[in-house]
């Protein structure tokens, strides 16, 4: 199953309602409980039995890009609210990049796609690196046009030391 398809908008995923008062573990009572996490499915037979009364256990169909709170809150017949503690048997992993489920950061393919598409920049500014040679290169080109004309300039004192001081007559 590709949970990265962006098709999948929810889950069935089984919640447990740890010391729910018995009150409440009736097919109707537990649907309205685990129906502010979403579209109840269905329960197990211990809890339909009450046969294991440390939770009860119901499959909600829950959104993907909604919440996993830990608590759910619901008045009770006599309006008293009712905060349960919900445990989930399985969250999926949602990715901190791009923000669905199914898979972590590290493996992200949209990460990576982003890292590719930085690294193209990466040539890009090696590129400007290697124009930087060309730019030296040119450079390199015009020491020696200063050496000739530093050469020029000394032979230009050459000539002038080799002047003989201008004598009057
Ligand atoms: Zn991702």
Redesign the pocket.
């Known amino acids: 199953m590709d949970l990265c398809t962006k098709s999948l908008k929810s889950l069935p995923i089984w919640i447990q309602l740890p010391d729910l008062d018995l009150n409440y573990w009736g097919l109707e009572s537990l649907s309205k409980v685990s129906s502010t996490l979403g579209i109840p499915l269905k329960t197990d037979k211990y809890t339909q039995e009450k046969s294991k009364i440390r939770y009860a256990r119901v499959l909600v169909d829950m959104q993907l890009d909604g919440h996993f709170p830990e608590f759910i809150e619901f008045f009770n017949e006599h309006d008293i609210l009712i905060s349960q503690q919900v445990h989930y048997e399985w969250v999926p992993v949602k990715?901190k990049?791009?923000?669905?489920y199914g898979?972590v950061?590290d493996v992200?393919?949209?990460?990576t796609i982003t890292r590719k598409e930085w690294r193209v920049k990466q040539p890009l500014q090696v590129m400007g690196q290697e124009n930087t040679p060309q730019h030296i290169h040119d450079k390199a080109a015009s020491p020696q046009p200063a050496i000739n004309q530093m050469l020029l300039r000394k032979k230009l004192w050459d000539d002038l030391a080799s002047i003989k001081p201008f004598k009057g007559p």
């Open positions: 990715c990049f791009c923000g669905t898979h950061e992200c393919k949209k990460k």
